[in-house]
């Protein structure tokens, strides 16, 4: 029997993991509608990732980027190895992944610079024939993010100050200029979407990119400054200014023909 027959028999018509055929469970990360990703035996001792619909609103986004997408880039992502039919109701969706073991975190230097590497190859590939992807990710478009800091600008001086950051009016004009700029004549490119710290991890001297799901057709500004300057909550990190440069070059090295 192939994995992939094997490994329905693994989940429940539900979309549950099956206990007639796992060992042993173990909890990872509670998604956003209250659902867990986790870490499962499987009789022959194997372990794998069983990932339930975690958001709705990406019902069958993964799925569709392992076969159209990811297959062709360097293998930085955990293979998938079986998932639910993309017409079944989200409620019941469900992806088994390949279990990488521990993920490490910890965004060493050398960490960041290879994913500028892969970065730079992803943004280089046509997008032609991805006309399936959205082009606009789960955080809102930096033209709308910067209107809203324009409205609120008495808030947003205060929020700079305290950062000892001062804009004249001559500063606001031009980043307003150059994001409409950038908007407007950069090209759309493949975007990974939520390139946090959380979702790129070393294994066993591997770079590793995960979560996949929030992908879509956007500038390459997006996935550039979610790299460079992106912190959270549960992996909080701080990039100096030399390795914030450091970071672009071998980016921009790598678009280079």
Known sequence: MNEDVQAHRWVTPEGTLNEQYVTSRERLYKGMNGKYVERFT??????????????????GREQWMSRHVLSVLPPIYPALIAASDCEINAEQSWIIYEDLGELVHDLREETMLAAAVHMA?????????????????????????????????????????????????????????????????????LCHGDLHPGNMAD???????????????????????????????????????????????????????
Not at 231 to 255: K, M
Request: aromatic fraction near 8%; hydrophobic fraction near 40%; glycine fraction near 4%.
């Open 42 to 59: 499987v009789r022959t001792g194997e372990s794998y990732i069983f990932k339930p619909l975690t958001n709705p609103a990406q019902h």
């Open 121 to 189: 190859e992803w943004h280089s590939l046509s997008v032609a024939d991805w006309g399936e992807l959205p082009r606009v990710g789960q955080k809102p478009p930096i033209r709308d993010i910067l209107d809203d800091l324009l409205w609120q600008k008495e808030s947003t001086a205060d929020l700079l100050s305290k950062l000892e950051i001062s804009l004249s009016p001559s500063d606001w004009h031009n980043i307003s200029s150059l994001i409409h700029t950038a908007e407007e004549e950069l090209p759309r490119v």
């Open 203 to 257: 294994v066993n001297g591997r770079l590793v990119i995960i979560d996949w799901e929030h992908a879509h057709l956007n500038t390459a500004l997006w996935d550039v400054y979610h790299l460079v300057d992106l912190s959270h909550p549960l992996f909080p990190r701080t990039v100096t200014p030399e390795l914030r440069e450091q970071i672009i070059d071998v980016y921009l090295d790598g678009l280079a023909p």
